[in-house]
């Protein structure tokens, strides 16, 4: 029940502008924001205090004695799933005024922002809890961590709030997802009178909110394990194409391949992201790759079903 009132709400706020999905999600991000300044700032006094590192400077967050290369980079496909969506920014460019500037700012900024959070939540993080042997369920422990930091009183509520903020990352998504089976609707990839119908009303692509809102109803028969091993394949997917892409483009088909500084911008950096993505392949879970591959054949032989010519 739980996820058809989720899903059911998060259609009917998408069904109705995108500027009450943008109004809603700004609030929810706020709120996060401070929630994470509230329990950082305790565990940075907790560390003060002597827990855990007992100091505030320390390289150990960075880099131990204990450390191995291929753990971390096996840890590094799943911490994809914490940066993927960034990207679903361009999707918004149909509804968003100067959106040839906007965008591309809102989507560094994005991953920037994220990022220098991620990593200063972890670092202090990591001091207050030096190890794991406080957690009865590593793989589970931000209530634990809530826990040990603030308080039961304050792990409840925290929890709570942390079941709504899904709904902003939700929305997002949902909104992101339409729009761009919309635009493949307008320009006659997808079939144009279902995909790139727009509500004469609402001025939002209805028909394509409704089949997100219908897919996402999969998630009664989904856990963790599936989705995530869904969505890092397909990030990792996305990230390797968008590096060869620019080769492609730039390098390749409009020959800004002159100078040094077009091969530093338009050869050597994508390559050299193409190939940390490719370390990422390498150490992609077992679930992840086979479930990927199934989707990414389904991917390919729909279309291929679909022109193909009857005898």
Request: hydrophobic fraction near 55%.
């Amino acid at each position: 029940m739980f996820v058809v009132a989720l899903v059911a709400f998060m259609t009917a706020f998408n069904l109705r502008s995108l500027k009450s999905v943008a109004n809603f999600n700004t609030v929810i991000v706020v709120l996060q924001v401070v929630l994470i300044a509230v329990i950082l700032g305790m565990v940075v006094y907790g560390v003060f205090e002597g827990e855990g590192a007992g100091t505030l400077a320390s390289t150990r967050p960075f880099w131990s004695g204990d450390a191995h290369v291929i753990p971390m980079i096996t840890g590094a496909t799943i911490l994809c799933f914490s940066f993927t969506g960034f990207d679903g920014i361009s999707n918004l460019s149909e509804e968003t005024k100067d959106a040839e500037r906007v965008i591309p700012r809102a989507i560094f900024l994005t991953a920037l922002i994220g990022g220098m959070i991620f990593i200063f939540a972890t670092y202090f993080l990591q001091l207050y809890f030096p190890d794991i042997s406080r957690f009865k369920d590593p793989d589970a422990s931000q209530p634990e961590i809530m826990l040990y930091v603030a308080g039961k009183a304050f792990q409840v509520g925290a929890l709570i709030f942390s079941t709504i903020t899904v709904l902003a990352s939700g929305m997002a998504a949902h909104a992101g997802v339409a729009r761009l089976m919309y635009v493949m609707g307008r320009d006659g990839v997808f079939p144009k009178s279902f995909f790139g119908y727009v509500h004469p009303k609402w001025r939002t692509p209805a028909m394509n909110i409704i089949l997100v809102g219908a897919i996402a109803l999969l998630a009664i028969n989904f856990d963790l394990v599936m989705a995530t091993a869904l969505i890092n394949f397909g990030a990792l997917v996305a990230f390797t194409f968008v590096n060869l892409s620019v080769i492609s483009q730039f390098w390749i088909r409009e020959k800004r391949n002159k100078t040094l500084k077009d091969h530093f911008q338009y050869l050597f950096l994508p390559m050299c992201g193409a190939l940390t993505v490719g370390a990422l392949w390498v150490n992609l879970e077992e679930s992840s790759m086979v479930l990927g591959l199934i989707w990414a054949a389904i991917g390919l032989i729909l279309p291929g079903l679909r022109h193909q010519e009857l005898p």
